[in-house]
């Protein structure tokens, strides 16, 4: 039975005949794991805690940073620095204390997927990297949960049901990670803020559908929003059964590779700093945006974005160390494999922590974003 603070808080869910008394008491009884408590997570966790979701996991590594104030709407000025796990649970707590949450404050990878994904109902993805999508899914195959998938793309998003009562897998649709350059996020693109929000709720939708049972499940469908005409539509697509059965025993371990070891040899900033004063110093290559570039930038930094290392990467030296950098990692990471497997560079290294760790450990006084 619910309790009388339940039954005003939720009465309007148990108005409506399709959910009732008994329907918000599923909700209350469903574990839900959100992966990412960033512009996806937020949304998803402020609904489905304000719809009574028992319990709520939530797994991020990552700490809240200024730029995410503009669409990643749990945290404020007061949570900088903090963990996105424990900020977002602190936030959900706040919403509706009587939802219980489970923090997993570090990134999800090959090791811990497995127990993890096993202690909830369904997993929704709100990551923002290829890895990780293919390391959910596969995780939900073995485990056999539904698995609610989101992405946005400056301003288009789209979101799907995966692994739902033996449909589709997220492989099914995307058979392969794509290359390094074909793999931008947010932090090299841009997106507009309301974005998240948009596709976080959806996301939120469809969770409560299958917790519920209700209506028709985006299970086969991938439903796709483009934020400047409003326009949506919805794809339709099969279940491979090859691809299907996929999962983290019989996976290839190189599609979650970033998660699972690092791809490339790296310096520190620290490391770095004494490197050019050398005599020969390394090559400064910084792979970020135009305007990410005028913001701030490492000595002598040469600016090659991403989109451009195709075109220009004969300027690139072949027989003198090169740096490899952007703002935390993740691009000069896929920058690197890119150069490697593309033109066959052996002398790349990337800068860990990019150039937000520079300033923070060799110049605080550097402006950062």
């Known amino acids: 039975m619910l309790t009388s603070e339940e039954r005003q808080r939720y009465k309007r869910h148990v108005q409506l005949p399709e959910i009732g008394e008994a329907g918000q008491l599923r909700l209350k ?77 570090r990134r999800v990878d090959r090791v ?51 692994n739902y009562q033996g449909g589709p897998t997220y492989r099914c649709l995307f058979a392969q990670p794509p290359s390094a350059a074909q793999a931008p996020n947010c932090a090299a693109t841009g997106v507009l803020g309301v974005l998240p929000g948009l596709v976080g709720c959806a996301q939120a939708t469809e969770a409560l559908k299958v917790i519920l049972g209700l209506g028709e499940i985006l299970s086969g469908r991938l439903w796709l929003f483009d934020a400047l005409s409003f326009q949506t ?25 970033e998660l699972c070891q690092p791809l490339v040899a790296a310096v520190t900033p620290t490391q770095l700093r004494q ?3 050398a005599a020969l110093p390394p090559f400064v290559l910084d792979v970020r945006e135009p305007a990410e570039y005028a913001l701030c930038r490492l000595p002598g930094a040469v600016l090659m974005p991403v989109s451009s290392l195709a075109e220009r990467a004969q300027e690139l030296p072949r027989h003198q160390p090169i740096v490899v950098y952007c703002h935390h990692g993740g691009r000069s990471s896929r920058a690197i494999a890119q150069l490697q497997q593309e033109f066959g560079f052996d002398n790349l290294v990337n800068l860990t922590g990019g150039v937000h760790a520079w300033a923070t450990e060799v110049d605080p006084a550097m402006p950062t974003y």
């Open 29 to 105: 009884a469903a574990r839900v794991l959100v992966v990412g408590a960033g512009g996806l997570g937020c949304p998803v966790l402020q609904y489905l805690a304000a719809a009574g979701v028992g319990t709520l996991g939530i797994a991020d590594g990552d700490q809240v940073e200024a730029s995410n104030l503009q669409r990643q709407i749990l945290f404020g000025p007061a949570q900088l620095g903090q963990n996105k796990a424990e900020a977002a649970a602190q936030a959900v707590q706040r919403l509706n204390p009587l939802v219980q949450c489970e923090v997993v404050p």
């Open 233 to 257: 539509r919805a794809l339709r697509f099969v279940r491979h059964p090859e691809r299907a059965r996929i999962n983290l025993d019989t996976a290839n371990p190189a599609d979650y590779a």
């Open 275 to 277: 490197q050019l004063t």
């Open 112 to 162: 811990s997927v497995r127990a993890l994904v096993a202690r909830y109902d369904l997993v929704i993805d709100g990551s923002d990297n290829f890895p990780t999508r293919y390391l959910l899914n596969d995780a939900c195959v073995s485990a056999d949960k539904p698995l609610i998938s989101g992405a946005i793309y400056k301003f288009e998003g789209q979101v799907s049901v995966f």
